[in-house]
């Protein structure tokens, strides 16, 4: 019955079990404290229809009735609650990647980051699981296509980027590691700005060849089916 309800509205079961996932990553941000009331948004690409959480709706409130989708021209194809106004952002990232969700947040401490530097220092190595040190996107006014672009440019051969007086923006294969990206990047914000808080004394950083050697081991890493 439930299937025959989201056929006759034009949502194919592969876009509902999707919706389902985008909204429980949605409110894990939340949970998570990454973002605050509806700040950040989250998308998932599922064939050429871009599902993303729609604008100024808190998270707790989304149903399965709330589906929204775009095409990769931005033109809403499901639903009729206006989409995200980061989908310039969103969209830029899927035209540009072979990315099948993103993931934007407020985290407080990225953030922070985002206005003191140009780049986040290596504080960590889990900056290789980003593809490198993960530079700072220059300030735009947000939903703008001159966001997009500098985000762009700051993702450039890495998963995830700061925007700087703004947030963080990560990619992956799937929500989850799109989720998982943002909240390493987040931490390893936190760990930067609590070792550069001692006074009288300045963290160690790694250097480019140690963050490439860490890159080769995390190709193999985790299980292997």
Not at 32 to 41: A, E, K, Q, R
Not at 142 to 156: C, F, I, R, S, V
Not at 184 to 197: I, P
Request: net charge neutral; hydrophobic share 40%.
């Amino acid at each position: 019955m439930a299937e025959q309800q989201w056929e006759r509205r034009g949502v194919r079961a592969e876009e509902a079990r999707a919706w389902a996932d985008l909204v429980a990553t949605a409110r894990r941000t939340v949970a998570d404290g990454l973002v605050v009331g509806t700040s950040g948004n989250v998308s998932v690409r599922v064939g050429e229809t871009v599902l993303v959480t729609p604008s100024g709706v808190p998270y707790d409130r989304l149903t399965p009735d709330d589906v929204t989708g775009v095409g990769l021209d931005g033109r809403q194809v499901l639903g009729r609650l206006v989409p995200t106004s980061e989908l310039p952002m969103h969209l830029a990232v899927y035209r540009t990647t072979d990315a099948r969700a993103v993931v934007h947040t407020h985290a407080v401490h990225a953030t922070a980051v985002s206005t003191l530097v140009r780049e986040l220092p290596l504080i960590h190595y889990m900056a290789a699981a980003l593809g490198g040190p993960v530079r700072v996107a220059p300030y735009a006014t947000y939903g703008t296509d001159e966001l997009a672009e500098n985000m762009l440019h700051a993702l450039t051969g890495r998963s995830g980027c700061l925007l700087q007086n703004h947030g963080t923006i990560t990619h992956g294969a799937t929500l989850d590691q799109a989720y998982d990206r943002t909240a390493q990047l987040e931490w390893m914000c936190r760990l930067w700005l609590t070792a550069s808080s001692v006074p009288g004394l300045t963290p160690s950083l790694l250097s480019p060849e140690q963050l490439a050697q860490v890159g080769e081991r995390l190709r193999g890493y985790g299980q292997r089916g």
